[in-house]
């Protein structure tokens, strides 16, 4: 066996968010709470870390809060969670889309939103659908908690802004406003893989107007894309107007950075893209006019 | 590190290294071997069991994690058989519709039917395609295994049905 990886962590259970980030200030430390993302990387020897510490009992951070001005999820919020939430009768019902796409069951059982979004994988199904509505991360070192925007925090490949001490402690994402209608697509080999492509679109709208649009693209570059020029492309037009939302999707390959794998040429994820873009945004739209009529 | 849990009903005490996989601390700790190790990285499904309630790749798990925890595996099954009958509904359903070839995956895959059909007791063909789809079969094809699992589903059913009755009498 390849994966006998075997390490001599010492391990510790925090029982709060402030004794694990003095754990992470007195010691070489990872953080595992679902370990879905953590276990992998562990068992195959490509995170080796003196002490290990596991956040997974830490109480009161598994709540989701849809109030009036934000929805707000605990970082321990597993995706079975999300998708035995009743977020579909909310305007953050494109964040349960996603949730049912991630991974297994197995997988959605344990794995949580605070670890997929920490884990900065630009692969993962959140981040898209997250950036589109404006949300924020909250990074907390236990004594003091900052709002970083999900967009800013990835810097790479499994590389985010936290700094040694801090820890994802949950996500806010601010109510979209009234109007506005957010899809999310991807497509992974089988049903709920890894997503080869993943991309989601807010669109918002005054009657029939798009007055605010957000695109974003995920496994496209070492980040999740902000597509701002194709937001103002689609600004104006009538939210009715497929042709035109076609015709900007087919632009997605001018903004993306994707790698061509043997069974996946760079054309192909463009082509790919434009595709789920042109999905997404119609569900975008679908959901915004909802209700209007 | 010793680890508290209760495993298939009874409380254990185990000395493990609490950064092993929790499959580890089944097999070696405890020489529960029907858990089975496969792929180590959360792919294959094969060391599937119940934690909790819920259904995890137990390569997936620190040991350290379980401190606490209440896990069924397939060994524990069988004592959750109905009466009269030696074995789980689920492993009746594998035996009857002989939903194995090799049976390396059984286990894992029979646990997850058993959490499976916990939450929906009447799966479609596909409910139950989608609800084994982090379970990898070599073998099979699946055809056969998921003939097993509606097979199970069908003798909980019956089950079912024979207390209602039984009340009814009553």
New interface residues.
Partial sequence: ?A?EA????E?Y?AASFAEAAALLREHDAAI?AG??SM??L???GMIDKDV?V?I?TIEGHDEIDAGDDELHLGALVTH?ELVESDLDETPWRALRDAAKVV?????R??GTVGGSVAHADPSLDYPPTMIVMDAEVECSNGEETEYVPLEEFALGEYVNVLDEDQLVTGVRIPRPPEGSGVGFEKFGW???DYSLVNVAARLTVDGTEITEARVCVGCMGPTPIRMEEMEEALVGSDVDDTDRQQRVAEHVGEFTQPVGEQQASVEYKNRLAERLLVKALGTAAERATEGAE | MTVSLTVNGEEKEVTVDPTAPLSKLLREGLELTGTKRGCETGKCGACTVIVDGKATKSCQRLAGQAEGADVLTIEGLADRADEGEELHPVQQGFVDEFGMQCGYCTPGIAMMSVALLEENPDPTREEIQHGIKGNLCRCTGYAKIYDAVLGAADRLEDTSLDTDAATGDD
């Fill in positions: 066996m994966m075997s390490n001599s962590s391990f259970r595992i370990g879905q276990m992998p562990l068992r195959q290990i596991d997974s079975t991974g297994d069951r197995q997988v059982n344990w089988r049903e709920a």
